[in-house]
Antibody, heavy 121, light 107 residues
Framework: VQLEESGGGVVQPGRSLRLSCAASGFTFSTYSMHWVRQAPGKGLEWVAVVSFDGTNENYADSVKGRFTISRDNSKNTLFLQMNSLRTEDTAVYYC???????????????WGQGTLVTVSS | SYVVTQPPSVSVAPGKTARITCGGTNIGDKSVHWYQQKPGQAPVLVISYDSDRPSGIPERFSGSNSGNTAALTISGVEAGDEADYYCHVWDSPTDYVFGPGTRVTVL
């Protein structure tokens, strides 16, 4: 199982950024996926989850209305579209897999190495 | 949204036992998962569903959950166990919560 995030970088407040997570080594279309972030020197913060088939999404209150999680099962790729970015969105963003097939809840068994998003003017 | 608490730090001598708590209202009614994170690395699942140990995790790691407190216990602590530990809870219907984390220091 491999999860590889990309798309991070430095962006000004109010701008947008799109993160991608390329998945391999498992049947991507049967697992729900999360985005979890970690601000520098801080703890883990759940951001969003999408069901295995892309029909259900849930968001943390801190990003609701600004971020959109999606997936392309034909390309084994997870996305996070981030709009109206704020300085407090600065963090390492991890994509992560729910341990059980077809489940949305439950523990996370695989994490990517993360991609750093810095929101600064 | 559901709130969980963890002690910021726990210090333990090698060979002794470390107990890390995760507090929340009626957390015993929910499933709690625990992750270990070492500096510069992604988290690793060490306990799932309160007390299940994933493949490859040493028997020294165990978990419990009852009432308002869940706990991760590390027996016979080794230097390599020094890390941040996070509890993780799902609160119906859509709230996925991580605890603030506990730094375990091996003396």
């Amino acid at each position: 199982v491999q999860l590889e995030e990309s798309g991070g970088g430095v962006v000004q407040p109010g701008r947008s950024l799109r993160l991608s997570c390329a998945a391999s080594g498992f049947t991507f279309s049967t697992y729900s996926m999360h985005w979890v972030r970690q601000a520098p020197g801080k703890g883990l913060e759940w951001v969003a989850v999408v069901s295995f088939d892309g029909t259900n999404e849930n968001y943390a209150d801190s990003v609701k209305g600004r971020f959109t999680i999606s997936r392309d099962n034909s390309k084994n790729t997870l996305f996070l579209q981030m709009n109206s970015l704020r300085t407090e969105d600065t963090a390492v963003y991890y994509c992560a897999r729910v341990v059980e097939e077809m489940a949305t809840t439950g523990p996370i068994d695989y994490w990517g190495q993360g991609t750093l998003v810095t929101v600064s003017s | 949204s559901y709130v969980v608490t963890q002690p910021p730090s726990v210090s333990v001598a090698p060979g002794k036992t470390a107990r890390i708590t995760c507090g929340g209202t009626n957390i015993g009614d929910k499933s709690v998962h625990w992750y270990q994170q070492k500096p510069g690395q992604a988290p690793v699942l060490v306990i799932s569903y309160d007390s299940d140990r994933p493949s490859g995790i040493p028997e020294r790691f165990s978990g419990s959950n009852s009432g308002n407190t869940a706990a991760l216990t590390i027996s016979g602590v080794e230097a390599g166990d020094e890390a941040d530990y996070y509890c993780h809870v799902w609160d119906s219907p859509t709230d996925y919560v991580f605890g603030p984390g506990t730094r375990v220091t091996v003396l």
